[in-house]
């Protein structure tokens, strides 16, 4: 009796999961032929990233950039206490007798001030501080200048404190200083403290004068921090935009401020709330992207720069050493030639004719010093098409490609639904792909030059209040980033560029709940990193059949209808397949017939890298950095696969070039045709005749009944009667072999 019932358990277990799978899944099916490819070639530069000067993302505590000093050539006027440079703080064990000024010049030329501190009495100590970051594990090497023409040269002290000056993690003497200027520097070992307070003082009566500190990790990589570096380095991006967006065109952005000795350089304005600087300059970018293999992309100041100096950065860079530009390149260590390929000019200019007629100023003097660049327009695509018409009246002699920026919202806030949200966001690449259509077919109009197209900033909104807001780290972002992957593989004919933006969503930036600085790559990052390793030069026409779902105007000031729940593009090398899925759907997973070649094996080995996770608002934070993961599994290739719900999978079909045109009929045993079908289903092939008996079966593997059956000539007509929409099978048995054939019926 206990047998039967658990037998029956058993069954009944069986039937009920079978019946939750049937009724929790989407069918779809996806067409590919790899004798179908798309004009055009997937480029290399088609998974890039963008870098901007902005607050937070290139200098400081969690930046690109290595340095943990803000301010530090002590060049920018007082912010909280008087006589001392921001964002730097008095320090005194006697207020009475210290006295801080901010002097004109220093060690560096170019710089504004250096900070005199002095102490009138015999006693007690006086300096700055600054509260700082630390990497807990990692050692330290500070530097600072100083100088006294005092009479009295006291010795420098270096101590890092806790927050309120009181606990002492480290403190050494850093040296005495002269009557010119000099380096003191030493080492500080992992202190296994994150916040903390570096202080710069010295014991007694004396004044001396302290110009460009620097405080940096010593597993920085050149001037990155290596939570970056590493990362990049598993990415690749294969191109990198700077140094900006916005600070393009602003009046710090100065190309000269940039280069040099690093302690020499021209400081920037207060951005932000606070000072920062350009020592992640020209030359350390372009050996950053040399390291990871990256194509540097340069945008010159279309406003506030001239023509000329635009001509000079090119020299600069591109020129051999014996030009004038070219030799100060050598002159700071970097003899050869960088050969800068990508040179934009400004960034989202609106002014279509002063901005035109610049570009071609610009352009024309810029490839007088290197003819082999390209240029690229930054407009935009919000306006009235006619713009792109305006601007390519002007600049088509000598323009190259023509960048726009995608910055998408789906307020949270407005809309107060998470399903309905993750929809808008899971349709916003519909309307890159209309756009990427559209400015195609713009740029084609009366242009001899064969212009192309990039997307040089993608970045998305969760509300107008630029918000980064969690969600920006989530799965739904990923997938979000994923399918504009898909829509620049799918317009590879005119898309050069895919620059997506790297200071929005793409590091998750915090403390964790030990006090510990993180910063974690994010989902979008991944996926990034997916498609740029596991894609093909050649797009293949990929058809998608599946529902489709709308979303109106109440949840998003932009509509969408008839959004496929399934994206797909593919593409090729000479031995593999990529397909690269987007499962747009919340809930269910996609039970998906492959339609594929036949040159891809059944029974063979595919490799499936898959990002996923529990939940689509699921991201990756300082106490659980791995909480989205993209996982890699082998996969016995069938007729058939399972996209669970809300992810991005790429599969990898290992196939062999055969010498028969993949279009000659007489390489497939069987054609099955349409798929999906409405009310019949026809069968065809050279192997016709060997066919003994076809059958259909439903999902559970049960046999069709009410399934008409006819022969005319060298066709098999299959009419099922009295049947739903889904997933069925038919299997033909041959005097070959055995085949069986999913199909999708439709209505």
């Known amino acids: 009796m206990n047998l039967r019932n658990c037998f029956l358990k058993v ?12 009724f929790s899944q989407k069918n779809a099916q996806i067409n590919i032929s790899l004798q179908d490819t798309l004009p055009g070639e997937v480029k290399n530069e088609l998974f890039g990233t963008f870098f901007e000067f902005v607050p937070g993302h290139i200098n400081g505590s969690f930046g690109l950039y290595a340095q943990e000093l803000i ?20 320090y005194s064990t006697n207020f009475n007798n210290s006295y801080w000024e901010l002097k004109n010049g220093g060690y560096n030329d170019n710089g504004s001030y250096c900070q005199i501190i002095a102490n009138s009495s015999d006693s007690g100590s006086v300096g700055v501080s600054q509260s700082v970051i630390l990497t807990d594990s990692v050692a330290y090497q500070f530097y600072i200048y100083c100088r006294s023409d005092d009479t009295i040269l006291p010795k420098l002290y270096i101590e890092v404190t806790d927050s309120n000056n009181k606990e002492f993690h ?3 003497v850093l040296g005495q200083p002269e009557k010119n200027w000099k380096k003191l520097s030493l080492s500080i070992p992992p202190l296994y403290k994150t916040k903390a307070v570096l202080l710069i003082s010295f014991k007694g009566k004396g004044k001396i004068e302290l110009d460009e500190a620097s405080l940096m990790p010593e597993n920085n990589r050149f001037g990155i921090r290596n939570e970056y570096y590493s990362a990049f380095s598993d990415w690749k991006p294969t191109i990198i935009r700077y140094p900006g967006g ?23 304005g207060n951005h932000g709330g606070y000072a920062e600087r350009m020592d992640f300059g020209t030359d350390e970018f372009v050996a950053f992207c040399k390291s990871i293999n990256s194509e540097p992309h340069i945008v010159t100041n279309i406003l506030r720069d001239s023509a000329e100096g635009a001509a000079n950065w090119v020299e600069y860079c591109n020129s051999p050493s014996n030009t004038k530009f070219g030799a100060l390149r050598t002159i700071n260590g970097n003899p050869d030639s960088y050969n800068i390929k990508y040179w934009g000019c400004g960034n989202e200019e609106y002014d279509c004719v002063k901005i035109s007629n610049d570009f071609v100023s610009f352009v024309t003097a810029m490839k007088r010093k290197d003819p082999k660049i390209l240029s690229v327009y930054d407009g935009q695509i919000w ?32 809309i107060k639904n998470d399903d309905r949200v993750f929809l808008a966001m899971m349709s916003w690449n519909t309307v890159s792909d209309i756009y990427s ?26 509300d107008h209040n630029w918000d980064w807001a969690e969600r920006s780290y989530s799965l739904e972002n990923g997938l979000w980033t994923a399918l504009h992957l898909n829509t620049v593989m799918r317009q590879c004919h005119t898309m050069s560029i895919f620059e997506r933006t790297h200071n929005s969503g793409m590091f998750s930036k915090n403390f964790n709940k030990s006090g510990k600085r993180m ?3 994010s989902p979008s990052f991944y996926a990034m990193s997916m498609a740029k390793n596991h894609h093909g030069m050649h797009a293949l026409k990929t058809d998608v059949v599946c529902d489709k779902f709308s ?25 593999t397949l990529f397909l690269s899925v987007v499962n747009r759907s919340i809930y269910d997973t996609s039970f998906t017939i492959l339609n594929l070649d036949t040159s891809i094996k059944k029974g063979e080995i595919a490799k499936v890298y898959q990002l996923t996770s529990n939940s689509f608002v699921d991201s990756n934070y300082s106490d659980e950095p791995r909480k989205v993961y993209p996982k890699e599994n082998f996969w016995e290739i069938n007729d058939y696969f399972y996209f669970p719900p809300h992810s991005f999978t790429i599969i990898a079909f290992p196939f062999k070039k055969s010498s028969t045109s993949f279009n000659d009929s007489s390489s497939f045993k069987f054609q099955v045709f349409p798929n999906p079908f409405v009310e019949y289903i026809v069968i065809k092939g050279n192997s016709i005749t060997n066919i003994i008996s076809i059958k259909m079966f439903d999902y559970l593997g049960k046999e069709l009944i009410h399934c008409s059956i006819k022969k005319e000539e060298n066709l098999y007509f299959i009419k099922p009667e009295k049947i739903l929409k889904g997933v069925y099978f038919i299997r033909i048995e041959s005097k070959l072999n055995n085949t069986i054939i999913p199909v999708l019926k439709s209505e």
């Open 519 to 521: 910063i974690v790559p």
């Open 11 to 22: 069954v009944g277990l069986f039937f009920f999961l079978n019946f939750f799978l049937l």
């Open 170 to 172: 480290f403190e050494s």
């Open 71 to 90: 301010g530090r050539g002590f060049d920018f006027e007082p912010c909280q206490d008087f006589g001392v440079a921001c964002p730097w703080r008095r």
């Open 551 to 575: 979303i109106d105007t109440i949840d998003t000031f932009w509509p969408f209808y008839d959004v496929l729940w399934i994206d797909a593009v593919s593409t090729l090398t000479n031995d």
């Open 246 to 268: 916005w600070f393009a065109d602003c009046i710090d952005s100065r190309w000269e401020y940039g280069i040099g000795s690093i302690d020499k350089r021209t400081p920037r």
């Open 437 to 462: 259509d559209t400015v195609s077919v713009r740029l084609k109009r009366g242009s001899k030059n064969k212009i192309t197209q990039g997307i040089t900033e993608l970045w998305s909104v969760y």
């Open 383 to 414: 306006g009235k098409w006619e713009y792109i018409d305006t601007v390519m009246m002007i600049t088509r002699e000598v323009c190259d490609i023509y960048g726009w920026h995608m910055a998408l919202e789906a307020n949270p806030k407005k």
